[in-house]
């Protein structure tokens, strides 16, 4: 029984780091979507988000199972009920990915990101979509250098953030409400989205040493930057 | 051992509907020192939200505890399981509250909000204010009819959050992109402050009738607005 238990858990373990994938592939399409204008790479990540959903529905039920059938304690349980809350911030990273893409497809056939800013958002897609598959290596090999790696990573992704919300913010920034609001949205759905797979590490980190790593030892996944409300 | 047990899950609810009262108490607040620009009071929603996470941290240690000690089984066990996604949407909330808080804080002397925007924004709060509180009765009482109005507060919510953003898109618009990024950033926050109160009427919902209820059957508090990337 200890056998398939621990298979379970390896189970899903493995169906989150393919979520990971699933989310980072949507971050880095949508992330193309928006800076080129591209209508039907945004509709595929839109209508691809509920792949997702649905990895998250069954991920939780099996969970759900393994907690019925086999009444895990100590480290197993915790385990299960982080998986649980893996998978929460996995669906949301989808949503996340989804929402770049409705921006783009809101504004196509115009861009929604104004040329001056797509190398910061183009280089805000790459690191989300690199921390999604670091977030699901970490998972996959518990590697706790690499869930510190994804701190530093996430830390750029704040940067940036910052940087738009300063570019909006300063007296030179001459484009209409519309764009501001756009990439203001933007730029607060990348950077929610590295707090999750931030979360994600954390974690992991916390399963293997009892302790959160850097940074503030939330449940969740709310990481302040510094100076931004948000 | 099960009059302990259901003991267990009421305090477990006692508890959820504290946090209700909590997170909507600090939204009011923090609404308040955003339209007023009220230092003082942004300052202690945001040093406040520390309590929002200290009761959560307790809450999820509790359910895990219970997981461990009575492994509950079919509905007892979703109720648990229901209390822990529900102290992280609960959680959230706080964040967002603080979040608004802490745009107060930023531009003060000034006001984030302009004049135009303020009583839009000043029923955003007051709606959210009271999805929260509504949300707690439907966790104590499992009042159905209760939580199918938190759906029209919450469209309330989402026609709003929709009005912000055509009003900022409109070439009328004529304020700075400071203001632009701010009022976009608010009205994202009350908007999924809102979705997370659905999201605990919906799982209280679930618990009682094997539905979501009206709605998309989601797990996650995500309930995209039509129209809006968010």
Redesign the interface.
């Known amino acids: 029984m200890r056998d398939v238990f621990h298979h379970e858990l390896d189970q899903l373990a493995h169906r989150l780091q393919s979520m990971t994938g699933l989310v980072g592939t949507a971050m880095g399409s949508a992330t193309h979507a928006l800076l080129n204008a591209d209508l039907r790479l945004a509709e595929s990540v839109i209508a691809g988000d509920a792949q997702v959903?649905d990895a998250?529905?069954d991920l939780?039920e099996r969970a759900?199972q393994i907690?019925?059938r086999q009444?895990p304690?100590?480290t197993d349980?915790?385990v299960v009920?982080a998986a649980?809350?893996m998978s929460?911030s996995l669906?949301?990273m989808g949503?996340l990915a989804?929402?770049?893409a409705?921006?783009a497809?809101?504004r196509y056939p115009h861009h929604a990101v104004p040329d001056g800013l797509a190398p910061v958002f183009e280089q805000m897609g790459e690191i989300a979509e690199r921390v999604a598959l670091k977030a699901g290596q970490v998972i996959a090999t518990r590697d706790l250098d690499l869930a510190a790696q994804l701190e530093h990573d996430d830390d750029e992704l704040d940067a940036l953030h910052r940087q738009v919300?300063l570019t909006?913010?300063?007296?030179e920034?001459t484009?209409?409400?519309?764009t501001?609001?756009?990439v203001?949205?933007a730029s607060?759905?990348f950077e929610r989205f590295g707090d999750h797979a931030i979360s994600l590490a954390r974690r992991v980190n916390f399963l293997v040493t009892g302790d959160y790593g850097p940074g503030e030892a939330?449940?969740?996944p709310?990481l302040?930057p510094s100076?931004?409300?948000?």
């Open positions: 959903d998250q529905r939780d759900v907690l019925a009444s304690v100590a349980l915790r009920v649980l809350r929460s669906e949301r949503d989804r929402h770049i409705a921006l497809r809101l919300f909006v913010c300063s007296p920034w484009q209409p409400g519309e501001t609001a756009d203001t949205l607060r759905y939330t449940a969740g709310e302040a100076g931004l409300p948000g």
